[in-house]
């Protein structure tokens, strides 16, 4: 692909495949914006390197598979999520959704399941092309919590932290 081509399509270079498996974690800076692209289990993934909850730093956080409420008593939804290192949240690698842990009163007796609280994390798209590794930014255009940690606001708040 010819380099103008790929800056019209949105594309950023970001590093050779090899490379960027061999690191696993890669912290990229793209238009302003820090990234974190993750190589797990033969999957790349990018998202807002800061947690939206108070701006930890994503990059050393553990990666756990948790399963949402069964469906027919199987727990059958198990989603890749990275535990932010700070606070413990838990944060969908696909989609950038925050797992918490909580109760359905309904069941009897209740007991504690992960259950969603929608997209948190800004997440991007990862391609690649002939071994290199290129991200295209999200472009959903709504506020996405993990916004504010890119912004000036948050990176003051951030050094103070
Ligand atoms: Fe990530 Fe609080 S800053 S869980």
């Known amino acids: 692909m010819e ?24 912290f990229r800076s793209i238009e302003d914006r820090d990234i974190l692209i993750i190589y797990h ?21 553990d990666i756990e598979v948790i399963y949402l409420p069964f469906v027919h008593k199987q727990e059958i939804n198990g989603k890749l999520c990275i535990i932010c290192p700070k606070h ?22 209740p007991v504690p399941r992960w259950y969603s609280k929608g997209v948190k994390q800004r997440t991007h798209t990862v391609t ?3 071994g290199e590794i ?7 255009p709504n506020w996405i919590e993990s916004d504010y ?7 003051i708040e951030r050094a103070k932290a």
Request: proline share 2%; net charge positive; aromatic share 10%.
């Open 134 to 140: 290129y991200v295209k930014l999200s472009d959903n």
């Open 41 to 61: 289990q033969g999957v790349f993934y990018a998202m807002d390197s800061y947690c939206y909850h108070a701006g930890g730093m994503l990059n050393n956080g």
């Open 128 to 130: 690649e092309n002939n």
């Open 88 to 109: 413990k949240y838990k944060l969908t690698l696909a989609k950038g959704e925050c797992l918490y842990k909580g109760n359905n009163p309904k069941e009897k007796p």
């Open 3 to 26: 380099e103008n081509e790929q800056s019209a399509r949105g594309l950023h270079f970001v590093g050779k495949k090899d490379e960027l498996i061999e690191a696993k974690r890669s």
């Open 149 to 155: 940690y890119q912004g000036e606001k948050g990176k």
